[in-house]
């Protein structure tokens, strides 16, 4: 199948990336007076316009999202038990009580338990770190953590990125006369640990202005609290920023408000890092000579550092942050690179057994995907579940066979909130938790079909539910586009979750000319002419066999022999792209980077 037009606008669509659904294109329709902004802020109307796409209203918000830095952060010091535990933790660090830090196994648990324990280094605490295995010990906080640090003779327990469910584990470790202090920034339930200091800005009591902090980041409020507290120096605790805001894009937070500052202030600081595992990640990844992005921590850095949690242990990736020496580093970086390659492996194969079973089954009509991979790693249930979700989008839990039982991961879309629908299923789980985008649960292999069944029977989802909406953020001529408007929509990075990439378009493109290049034909470059009569380059990053296939359909075969030979023809595309300046041999020009097409 192709992009066929259906009636009321939608398409289905088989593009480079592999997408078999219902789309429907559709332009923002918020309204503001953008001359004004723009003259009042010096920025170009389109600019001003994106900016309104992203909610972001009145002239202080405007300041901030343009110009935010660290002194648009809020003060630590109105977090719920921010100063209480920074004053526990200076008198554990004064009688030199042993604290033990328990974070998690990805990324956020990481970087906030790196976080903490070079702070408490720099303030002469006797400290070290635990961190839980994903198979052996599961999330968070446990008992036989618990146990250990009670053997070992720790005095002073300290979460980080969890413990805000630990009611009973937190109240089994002080019952063992151990202190205990959580920091997390997951939604809190009813009941919450009786910790000796719990700082997380979701307690409903906590004053905090900004909820939506990842783990990391409570750790860093904490961490400056303690400084000043001890009498460390502002630049010193500055420096666990770019942490921070690495771990902000890793979980994917929304960038937004505080989390945008956190990461554009960490971005700067680790493109100059001088963390020799930072360091050392980034030369393995080839990026030594490139601006790091928040891209690069989402799709680059950031997954060589979950690796570890989800295929070997997570104190493979602290132990690179915490790194001391580059030869230490570069070991455990490539090591970390060899292990995400082999994910990347294990996650492609999983993902194509889980096509081949909905494509040629059962469950191609099905509207919410269960699909059972009992060989898959369970760590890696998540990602296929998510690449499901995108190719089909349609709601998608992927199970796998666990030691005792069957665990599965699922993602979904947004008119289907997953947790609610798995609670009207309790009866099959062992059990389950989540939010409406994302879930996970435990269940017997016997009860893997009927989960399916049901899902499927008491689903409301409709065909517009089903039809993914891809929002036009400004349809922009060609002709309109310019080096310092591309220059200027720098301004509006980072880019991520809560703060998309813009999305340009334009309609009814005369294709000139197209040719497959790089390795395996993964990129077509074109030259396109809108009706105004601008003419400018164009590059697809897709599969070239499948665009040529694509316009092969829609205009026959002698067109698109015309069109790859550079000759007159007839072919015509709408393009959703952003412009970029591309340079070869010393040249700028600009181009469009085509991201989908019909």
Same mark, same amino acid.
């Given at each position: ?313 997570? +104190?493979?990736?602290?132990?690179? *942050?915490?790194?001391?020496?580059? #030869?230490?580093? /570069? %070991?455990?970086? !490539?090591? &970390?690179? @060899? ?105 017997? +292999?016997?009860?893997?079909?009927? *989960?399916?069944?049901?899902?499927? #029977?008491?689903? /409301? %989802?409709?065909? !517009?539910? &089903?039809? @993914? ?130």
């Amino acid at each position: 199948m192709y992009t066929t037009k259906t009636s009321g606008g939608r398409f289905l669509v088989l593009e480079g990336s592999g997408e078999i659904h219902m789309q429907k294109w559709v332009v923002a329709a918020k309204r503001a007076d953008f001359g004004a902004i723009a003259e009042k802020f010096g920025i170009d109307q389109v600019t001003a316009r994106l900016i309104r796409n992203r909610d972001v209203v009145g002239d202080a918000a405007i300041e901030e999202y343009l110009n935010g830095s660290l002194l648009n952060l809020h003060s630590a010091h109105q977090m719920k038990d921010c100063d209480k535990a920074a004053a526990l933790l200076a008198d554990k660090i004064d009688a030199q009580k042993k604290i033990r830090i328990i974070g998690d196994y990805d990324i956020d648990g990481v970087c906030a338990t790196c976080i903490l324990y070079r702070a408490l280094q720099l303030c002469g605490a006797n400290v070290d770190y635990d961190l839980p295995d994903r198979i052996l010990d599961g999330y968070g906080l446990n008992r036989n953590l618990i146990d250990l640090a009670g053997d070992e003779g720790v005095d002073t327990i300290l979460t980080c990125d969890n413990g805000i469910a630990a009611v009973e584990e937190v109240a089994y470790a002080r019952s063992l006369g151990m202190t205990v202090i959580v920091t997390d920034h997951h939604e809190p339930g009813e009941v919450l640990p009786e910790a000796d200091a719990l700082v997380n800005p979701h307690q409903k009591s906590c004053p905090y202005p900004y909820k939506n902090l990842c783990g990391a980041a409570v750790a860093y409020k904490l961490v400056t609290v303690l400084c000043e507290a001890m009498g460390i120096p502002q630049d010193e605790s500055e420096k666990l920023i770019e942490l921070a805001g690495f771990a902000t894009v890793g979980d994917v937070m929304d960038l937004t408000g505080e989390n945008r500052i956190l990461v554009k202030e960490g971005l700067l600081q680790l493109n100059h890092t001088e963390n020799p595992g930072l360091q050392a990640l980034i030369r393995v990844n080839n990026l030594q000579d490139k601006e790091i992005t928040s891209y690069h921590i989402g799709f680059v850095l950031g997954p060589c550092l979950n690796a570890g949690g989800r295929l070997d242990t997570a +104190k493979k990736s602290l132990e690179l *942050l915490l790194a001391q020496s580059e #030869a230490e580093a /570069t %070991l455990l970086a !490539e090591e &970390l690179l @060899e292990l995400n390659e082999r994910r990347k492996a294990m996650t492609l194969e999983g993902y194509e057994q889980a096509v081949e079973l909905i494509e040629n089954g059962p469950m191609r009509d099905d509207k919410v995907l269960v699909v059972y991979l009992p060989d898959c790693h369970e760590s890696l249930a998540g990602i296929i579940a998510g690449r499901l979700r995108e190719r089909y989008y349609r709601p998608a839990i992927v199970l796998t066979q666990g030691e005792s039982a069957v665990k599965g991961s699922g993602r979904s879309i947004e008119s289907y909130s997953m947790f609610q629908e798995l609670q009207k299923c309790a009866d099959l789980f062992l059990k389950f938790g989540g939010h409406p985008m994302a879930a996970g649960c435990s269940l017997e +292999k016997e009860n893997v079909g009927e *989960l399916r069944r049901r899902l499927n #029977a008491q689903t /409301t %989802l409709t065909q !517009e539910d &089903l039809t @993914e909406k891809i929002v036009i953020d400004v349809p922009m001529p060609l002709g309109y586009i310019t080096e310092r408007l591309i220059e200027e929509l720098s301004c509006l990075e980072p880019f991520g979750k809560g703060n998309s990439k813009p999305v340009f378009a334009e309609k009814n493109l005369d294709i000139l000319s197209a040719r497959a290049v790089g390795q395996s034909g993964r990129v077509v470059r074109l030259r396109v002419a809108n009706a105004a009569g601008t003419v400018m380059d164009a590059v697809y990053f897709g599969d070239a066999t499948l665009f040529r296939e694509y316009v092969e359909e829609k205009y026959g075969r002698t067109e698109t022999e015309k069109l790859f030979q550079g000759r007159r023809n007839a072919v015509q595309l709408s393009v959703i792209y952003y412009p970029s300046i591309h340079e070869y041999n010393g040249l700028r020009s600009i181009q469009i980077v085509v991201q989908k097409y019909q």
